[in-house]
Nanobody, 121 residues
Framework: QVQLVESGGGLVQAGGSLRLSCAASKPTNINYHMGWFRQPPGKEREFVAAISWSVGSTYYANSVKGRFTISRDNAKNTMYLQMNNLKPEDTAVYYC??????????????WGQGTQVTVSS
């Protein structure tokens, strides 16, 4: 069992930046991908970005390409999401996730507890 713990959420003005972190409780299996999802108020959870733990290849939802950057630190078992040029529509609870294989849907092996990101206009 792997526990994922997010941090770094908060309140920011439109155009601002935040960096989210997701710490895994033990070393991540090289076959895993880790990613971020978000759930805006009253909407379904949606994919944001993901990274392969072994080679670091990344993939993003079209809505965040060019603004968000996902990365990982293998030594710290930690994944990051750098969010720049934030918009009010980015307001959501952001969840960390891990899955053996690529992440595209909410069918993952592990979830974090979520962290709130609020972007004011």
């Amino acid at each position: 069992q792997v526990q994922l713990v997010e941090s770094g959420g908060g309140l920011v003005q439109a155009g601002g930046s935040l960096r989210l972190s997701c710490a895994a409780s033990k070393p991540t299996n090289i076959n895993y991908h880790m990613g971020w999802f978000r759930q805006p108020p009253g909407k379904e959870r949606e994919f944001v970005a993901a990274i392969s733990w072994s080679v670091g290849s990344t993939y993003y939802a079209n809505s965040v390409k060019g603004r968000f950057t996902i990365s990982r630190d293998n030594a710290k078992n930690t994944m990051y999401l750098q969010m720049n040029n934030l918009k009010p529509e980015d307001t959501a609870v952001y969840y960390c996730a891990a899955r053996r294989g690529t992440i595209r849907t909410t069918s993952v092996d592990y979830w974090g507890q979520g962290t709130q990101v609020t972007v004011s206009s």
